[in-house]
């Protein structure tokens, strides 16, 4: 239902544009959010967006650096990362949540499988 792409390896300082691709249905009713997790490390909710469009920003870490979108013509929701630092490492995930937006795993109703995000140089 949700099919994450657009991972890869960059170096410091660089941009990259995440893509969770899902279906009319989701996109229209469901709030999409962005997390990841690294090796080690607490999962880190990122970002989320509603059917209505508004978003919401959660992790100071990223702020002022990555920006959650929609494109509803291409059912797809987008993470863009800009300045990237080699603590952004780590495996980005989308996820599923009805109407509204949450940090709760509980809360989940779809899963997307992760892309792995690799900065260094």
């Known amino acids: 239902q949700l099919v994450e792409s657009g991972g890869g390896l960059v170096p410091p300082g660089g941009s990259l544009r995440l893509s969770c691709a899902t279906s009319a249905l989701i996109l229209n009713n469901y709030a999409i959010g962005w997390f990841r997790q690294a090796p080690g490390k607490e999962r880190e909710e990122l970002s989320c967006i509603r059917p209505n469009g508004i978003s919401t920003n959660y992790a100071d870490s990223v702020k002022g650096r990555f920006t959650i979108s929609r494109d509803n013509a291409k059912n797809t929701v987008y993470l863009q990362m800009n300045s990237l630092k080699p603590e952004d490492t780590a495996v980005y995930s989308c996820?599923?949540?009805?109407?509204?937006?949450?940090?709760?795993?509980?809360?989940?109703?779809?899963w997307g499988q992760g892309t792995q995000v690799t900065v260094s140089s």
């Open positions: 996820v599923a949540r009805y109407r509204y937006c949450s940090t709760s795993p509980t809360d989940v109703d779809y």
